[in-house]
């Protein structure tokens, strides 16, 4: 679903870009531990608050975009990996942490996932939310002012219609 605050000009960063930045985090094995997680998100905003607000609203574009794409039923549905009891189950702050994760781990994590489900499940059990903040700090670090920029894509888990067809679409229920 487009976001409806959105903009006809958006800041352009190329996808070969964002996932350049992305790289910076250290791909797969940054997830390993939340440490080495919120570190490597703290570089990636530095590394944007370097350049112009216009990147830093590109990569928020971008993010948000690549977030939207893996918000999928077949995905949000799948149990936590390696949960058991009442907990089992993604909440819906828990599968977008999971997707971020996805998007963290890299370019060729996220191209494997995007469209099999399968791939998703090993990422239901790690959480990168810091990754969802990166733009936005490094944004105010740059202009001083917070981030308040609608992006065309609204990454919240369960808006991405196409993802969530039918009478199950949770918005629809």
Do not use: K
Request: glycine share 10%.
């Amino acid at each position: 679903m487009r976001n409806e605050n959105t903009h006809d000009e958006l800041p352009a960063m190329t996808w070969d870009r964002f996932w350049e930045l992305v790289g910076t985090l250290g791909g797969p094995a940054v997830l390993e531990r939340c440490d080495h997680l919120q570190e490597a998100c703290e570089r990636l905003s530095a590394r944007l608050a370097r350049g112009p607000a216009d990147e830093i609203t590109g990569f928020g574009e971008r993010l948000a975009e690549a977030l939207y794409r893996l918000d999928r039923a077949e995905s949000g549905r799948l149990p936590v990996e390696g949960a058991g009891g009442p907990y089992d189950r993604q909440t819906d702050d828990h599968f977008l942490y999971a997707r971020a994760a996805v998007v963290a781990a890299g370019r060729e994590a996220y191209e494997g996932v995007l469209g099999r489900p399968e791939r998703f499940a090993p990422y239901t059990a790690l959480q990168a939310e810091e990754l969802l903040y990166v733009h936005e700090e490094a944004y105010e670090a740059v202009t001083g002012e917070e981030w308040d920029h609608p992006t065309r894509y609204d990454y919240e888990s369960c808006s991405n219609a196409e993802g969530w067809p039918g009478p199950e679409h949770p918005a629809e229920a």
